[in-house]
């Protein structure tokens, strides 16, 4: 009995010489590598559901930051960022991704400004079994030059997955990372990295399959994002919406042509307090086609929540001709799904 009290002693002592293990001195390194390079978010807040605080990750050193799109964003009047050293920025959104839901910010630091720019790993080189990091600003913990919070995980599938988030289905198409890495309130659109600290994804939502209803943890494989963040690098005066190499960008005079769709809203009183009110609906449009009628309330546009006339048209501004948006509608009591496909202008 004393020899092994001995023995178990002289163990603990060897382990507290050696430090901690090898994994947790892994894991010390790769986020110590990448904390300069993640970014607290600060947006639009008092949606339902939506926190105004979320997390991005710098991919270049001008100061590109990449992200998930939330409305968190896209109703902001302003989007401030904080950096690791405590600086605080604004920054504005200057690309967007719509197949995966990915944007890409860039941080008003001045010209000739640099960041520290996060190193791009390779999602390729992923399995099932990998450990991987998931950083951000959980709870908005971390408002200044705080470290963000880690959580670790595992990969659990690396698989293209039919996904939904609440009423509306993703179009994202391609393999997904799913992972067990607690994805808590503000750190969706934050770096997945290997043990290595190399950012290998960005973190969505949580979101669920269409096949099961299961909840998953997912995130959008790096690799699958290097061209939108490469093209961005390259033409910095690209168009706002990104299209991958290959995808057809229509024919003719109309392609990129302003979209057409036909509702006329109400403008004018409080705008932020109510939806969008179709006043009218303009004969033979889209609209008219999907049975939009006068009196109806447009609630949502795509996964953006509509709260007045400016943000109803300000979000289809955003819709080109042959572009498809959802709309989520009420009428009386009913809440009803209407899809509407816009077409070319007419010509006056």
């Not at 990448?34 to 991005?56: D, E």
């Not at 992200?67 to 968190?72: C, F, H, N, Q």
């Not at 967007?96 to 839901?101: A, N």
């Not at 600003?137 to 988030?165: D, F, K």
Request: glycine content about 12%; charged content about 20%.
């Amino acid at each position: 009995m004393r020899r092994a009290a001995l023995l178990l002693a002289l163990g603990a002592a060897a382990a507290l010489a050696g430090g901690p293990p090898l994994r947790s001195r892994k894991v010390d390194a790769a986020v110590e590598a990448l904390q300069p390079s993640v970014v607290k978010i600060f947006g639009a807040k008092g949606f339902r559901g939506i926190y105004g605080y979320m997390t991005g990750v710098i991919v270049h050193e001008s100061g590109l930051v990449l992200t998930r799109g939330s409305v968190t964003l896209e109703e902001a009047t302003a989007i401030r960022c904080h950096l690791h050293d405590g600086r605080r920025l604004t920054a504005t959104l200057v690309r967007e991704d719509r197949r995966s839901r990915m944007v890409l910010l860039r941080l008003a630091g001045g010209e000739g400004a640099t960041y520290a720019a996060a190193r791009l790993g390779s999602s390729a080189a992923l399995r099932p079994g990998h450990f991987v990091l998931l950083l951000g600003n959980a709870y908005q913990v971390a408002l200044g030059a705080e470290r963000c919070a880690v959580n670790v995980g595992v990969v659990s599938a690396i698989t293209p997955l039919a996904m939904r988030e609440g009423l509306f289905d993703l179009p994202y198409d391609g393999p997904v990372i799913l992972h067990d890495a607690m994805n808590n309130p503000g750190v969706f659109g934050g770096p997945l990295a290997d043990l290595e600290g190399g950012v290998v994804g960005i973190s969505g939502t949580i979101v669920e399959s269409r096949e099961t209803n299961a909840q998953v943890h997912y995130g959008i494989p790096i690799d699958d994002l290097r061209g939108f963040i490469d093209d961005t690098v390259a033409r910095p005066d690209a168009p706002r919406n990104y299209l991958p190499p290959g995808e057809p960008e229509g024919d003719g005079p109309e392609a990129g042509a302003p979209g057409h769709h036909g509702i006329r809203v109400l403008r004018g009183g409080v705008n932020r307090s109510t939806p969008a009110y179709v006043d009218r609906v303009v004969p033979g449009s889209p609209a008219a086609a999907a049975g939009i009628r006068p009196d109806d309330l447009v609630l949502r546009v795509d996964e953006t929540r509509i709260k007045g006339w400016k943000a109803f048209e300000k979000q289809m501004d955003r819709y080109r001709a042959g572009d498809t948006a959802k709309l989520t509608i009420q009428r009386g009591d009913q809440v009803l799904l209407v899809s509407l496909t816009l077409v070319p202008e007419p010509s006056r």
